[in-house]
């Protein structure tokens, strides 16, 4: 199978949320291996394909897993619907179909993992990071629209905001669990907003967003839960932000569930300047973008510490939408733009 056109589509068929997506990993397995990849497996379950035996490598970071919510796979013309479709098996294909495409110098070699968890823990990013070599470049796959690169995420603090008293009757003057919640919640809001006073660009600020709150009552007890994330810009560390989370906190706990720093990549680098190239080759005007999200890159941008880029076709407003889809005539103008940005990079003395 060497038909992009036929990659993604099958790719689709296979509905593959975080922790299900063996049958997703072996069909890509087995597309890849038709494409003349060298394929195998993981012990986290990643699928890596690789071209090439020189001591140059290009690593392309793909996921394969998607968030949970089936969208059957339907043409509309120019569109494509599926799960999956912007985020990210579209950019997935898109490295398969340019790695396979790409021709090959001797000093050179071409991987593309399609990491499993992404959505979830990140745990296929992880494995990576702890096995595999640290590549001479590296391109993420999320999409950034096929003129488009991203150099940037935001990072992540996630945590649980739990509060215990005693009972309250509704007729006495007392505050009940869920009012003194709430009035952390709006301390932080309103602290929040103090600290993106001068801020104008969204990549800058601190986002708080409250994504759930639940009451557990007893026979004596009042419990209230809330979960809250928070998304963070490159300036703001974690002992920085957990000090003005314990000077809005008054009473109750806090208990964090994940952290991610916010990362930003080089722009001036041998890898920002190919697809430059090769943007501008297939009519583009190149721009960069800053996403509010968070990426694999975080992850792996800082570990392997080599240039770094987020590209794929997609609009990422489409992100776990149910209307979720792809333009195959952008998703064809991507994977020739990857070809020939790969194409310049390895005939490139750096």
Same mark, same amino acid.
């Given at each position: 199978?060497?038909?992009?056109?036929?990659?993604?589509?099958?790719?689709?068929?296979?509905?593959?949320?975080?922790?299900?997506?063996?049958?997703?990993?072996?069909?890509?397995?087995?597309?890849?291996?038709?494409?003349?990849?060298?394929?195998?497996?993981?012990?986290?379950?990643?699928?890596?394909?690789?071209?090439?035996?020189?001591?140059?490598?290009?690593?392309?970071?793909?996921?394969?897993?998607?968030?949970?919510?089936?969208?059957?796979?339907?043409?509309?013309?120019?569109?494509?619907?599926?799960?999956?479709?912007?985020?990210?098996?579209?950019?997935?294909?898109?490295?398969?179909?340019?790695?396979?495409?790409?021709?090959?110098?001797?000093?050179?070699?071409?991987?593309?993992?399609?990491?499993?968890?992404?959505?979830?823990?990140?745990?296929?990013?992880?494995?990576?990071?702890?096995?595999?070599?640290?590549?001479?470049?590296?391109?993420?796959?999320?999409?950034?629209?096929?003129?488009? *690169?991203?150099?940037?995420?935001?990072?992540?603090?996630?945590?649980?905001?739990?509060?215990?008293?005693?009972?309250?009757?509704?007729?006495?003057?007392?505050?009940?669990?869920?009012?003194?919640?709430?009035?952390?919640?709006?301390?932080?809001?309103?602290?929040?907003?103090?600290?993106?006073?001068?801020?104008?660009?969204?990549?800058?600020?601190?986002?708080?967003?409250?994504?759930?709150?639940?009451?557990?009552?007893?026979?004596?007890?009042?419990?209230?839960?809330?979960?809250?994330?928070?998304?963070?810009?490159?300036?703001?560390?974690?002992?920085?932000?957990?000090?003005?989370?314990?000077?809005?906190?008054?009473?109750?706990?806090?208990?964090?569930?994940?952290?991610?720093?916010?990362?930003?990549?080089?722009? +001036?680098?041998?890898?920002?300047?190919?697809?430059?190239?090769?943007?501008?080759?297939?009519?583009?005007?190149?721009?960069?973008?800053?996403?509010?999200?968070?990426?694999?890159? +975080? *992850?792996?941008?800082?570990?392997?510490?080599?240039?770094?880029?987020?590209?794929?076709?997609?609009?990422?407003?489409?992100?776990?939408?149910?209307?979720?889809?792809?333009?195959?005539?952008?998703? *064809?103008?991507?994977?020739?733009?990857?070809?020939?940005?790969?194409?310049?990079?390895?005939?490139?003395?750096?």
């Amino acid at each position: 199978m060497r038909d992009p056109l036929a990659l993604l589509p099958g790719l689709l068929a296979y509905y593959s949320p975080t922790g299900e997506e063996e049958q997703a990993v072996s069909f890509l397995a087995e597309s890849m291996g038709a494409m003349g990849f060298e394929v195998w497996c993981d012990e986290a379950g990643n699928v890596i394909g690789s071209r090439g035996s020189g001591n140059r490598e290009i690593l392309l970071l793909g996921h394969i897993d998607t968030v949970s919510g089936m969208i059957p796979v339907r043409w509309e013309g120019d569109v494509i619907y599926g799960r999956g479709a912007v985020d990210a098996k579209g950019p997935l294909a898109c490295f398969v179909s340019a790695g396979a495409a790409a021709r090959l110098t001797p000093d050179w070699r071409i991987t593309v993992i399609g990491a499993v968890g992404e959505e979830g823990d990140s745990r296929g990013a992880k494995h990576v990071c702890q096995t595999h070599p640290a590549p001479k470049m590296v391109v993420i796959g999320e999409p950034s629209g096929w003129d488009h *690169l991203t150099l940037g995420y935001k990072g992540s603090y996630w945590f649980r905001y739990r509060l215990s008293q005693p009972m309250v009757h509704t007729a006495a003057n007392g505050a009940s669990a869920c009012e003194t919640a709430v009035d952390f919640w709006n301390r932080l809001s309103r602290v929040v907003a103090q600290w993106n006073e001068g801020k104008e660009r969204l990549f800058d600020q601190l986002t708080p967003t409250l994504r759930s709150i639940q009451m557990f009552p007893d026979d004596y007890s009042e419990i209230v839960e809330m979960r809250v994330g928070m998304r963070l810009p490159p300036k703001l560390d974690q002992p920085a932000l957990e000090a003005l989370l314990d000077g809005v906190m008054e009473t109750g706990e806090r208990f964090v569930e994940d952290y991610l720093p916010a990362y930003r990549a080089e722009k +001036n680098t041998p890898l920002v300047r190919a697809f430059l190239s090769a943007i501008r080759k297939a009519g583009g005007q190149p721009a960069f973008s800053l996403k509010t999200g968070t990426s694999d890159m +975080n *992850l792996v941008g800082p570990f392997w510490n080599c240039p770094i880029v987020a590209y794929g076709p997609g609009d990422s407003s489409l992100d776990h939408t149910p209307y979720e889809h792809l333009r195959i005539s952008e998703y *064809l103008t991507s994977v020739s733009v990857l070809t020939q940005a790969l194409e310049i990079i390895m005939n490139t003395n750096v």
